[in-house]
Nanobody
Framework: VQLVESGGGLVQSGGSLRLSCAAS????????MGWYRQAPGKERELVAV???????NYGDSAKGRFTISRDDTGNTVFLQMNSLKPNDTAVYYC????????????WGQGAQVTVSS
């Protein structure tokens, strides 16, 4: 399974970004796709994940500002991030896993998101 992120970049505080992640290879084994992030000096944390049936789980930092979605094929996942803040600055990793609350088995290379004040 390969996960490839796109859509990171630099945005001003209050702005929006949309991340995308495409799964390839044996993508059919991934029931859950989503995003984790890691800020400098901090541990990786859950942003949001979604099942192939549309169930979601959001981390506290994402609730109310970020929206996760998945395309009809189930092989691409999107993260719409609104009202971005400087402390959203992090490397955002696309992940794939077997169930909604399990530790991810597959990780992408990461996409840098930088929010300037």
């Amino acid at each position: 399974v390969q996960l490839v992120e796109s859509g990171g970049g630099l945005v001003q505080s209050g702005g929006s970004l949309r991340l995308s992640c495409a799964a390839s290879g044996n993508a059919f084994i991934i029931h859950v796709m989503g995003w984790y992030r890691q800020a400098p000096g901090k541990e990786r944390e859950l942003v949001a994940v979604i099942t192939n049936g549309g169930r979601t789980n959001y981390g506290d930092s994402a609730k109310g500002r970020f929206t996760i979605s998945r395309d009809d094929t189930g092989n691409t996942v999107f993260l719409q991030m609104n009202s971005l803040k400087p402390n959203d600055t992090a490397v955002y990793y696309c992940v794939g896993s077997r169930s909604l609350f399990s530790t991810p088995m597959y990780w992408g290379q990461g996409a840098q998101v930088t929010v300037s004040s």
